[in-house]
């Protein structure tokens, strides 16, 4: 059965204090593994998408990193507009088109 | 501008009746999903369709129905049989489902 773990659950940093959310994956060939970001009251917004082990996406202060059993989403130097809930999902393991796992997400908060 | 339009935002259901959720998108793509999302809980696949007049039913479909007529348009019935419907619907489209989803904005909805 396919799985997803993001820890932690919630993160309260300063601004300006960087650090790393983390996403466990357990699944039958991985095909893909996604971020998310998601604002309250609001559907994801996508963010990266990650194919193999060793790949690297950076978008302004985020940088999505893959391993064979993980992947982490380093956040440097965040601001207040950062905080949010932040998804991680990889594709079912019954075909391309069979939707996405996710896991529960990790509630950012940045205090200024 | 491309996307997807779920309405309504907010939908207020009376116990035993149906309510149907509506799930546009204007940009062309062939897979369509619905999810459900509850606090503290991961996004739940319900019913996905990769092509018109075809549809799956999800990990949790008990208590739901679609159609897929058209290719823009993936309307989401929640039915009296659903117990506990309360919650955040979110609908998604993606090329082929080897991509990163795009999602709508969210029906929120109540049972009163």
């Known amino acids: 059965e396919d799985q997803v773990t993001q820890s932690p659950e919630a993160l309260r940093l300063q601004e300006g204090e960087s650090s790393s959310l983390n996403c466990s994956y357990t699944?039958?060939?991985?095909?893909?593994l996604f971020w998310y970001r998601q604002d309250p009251g609001k559907g994801p917004e996508f963010l990266f998408t990650?194919?193999?082990a060793g790949e690297e996406k950076e978008k302004e202060r985020l940088k999505a990193t893959l391993t064979k059993k993980e992947s982490f989403l380093h956040i440097t130097a965040p601001k207040p507009e950062d905080s949010a809930t932040y998804l991680c999902a990889v594709h079912r393991s019954g075909g391309g088109a069979d939707g996405l796992t996710f896991g529960k997400g990790t509630h950012l908060i940045i205090q200024p | 501008d491309g996307g997807i339009t779920q309405s309504p935002k907010y939908l207020f259901r009376k116990e035993g009746q149906n309510v149907t959720l509506s799930c546009e998108q204007n940009l062309n793509h062939d897979a369509m999903y619905w999810y459900r999302q509850d606090p503290g809980q991961g996004l739940r696949l319900i019913y996905y369709s990769q092509i018109v007049n075809d549809f799956q039913k999800g990990d949790i479909a008990e208590g739901y129905s679609v159609s897929r007529e058209k290719k823009e348009s993936f309307p989401l019935t929640v039915t009296s049989a659903q117990k506990n419907p309360t919650a955040f619907y979110l609908c998604?489209?993606?090329?082929?489902?080897?991509?990163?989803?795009?999602f709508g904005s969210g029906t929120r909805l109540t049972v009163v």
């Open positions: 699944v039958s060939g991985l095909r893909g």
């Open positions: 990650l194919y193999s």
């Open positions: 998604a489209s993606s090329p082929t489902g080897l991509y990163g989803y795009t």
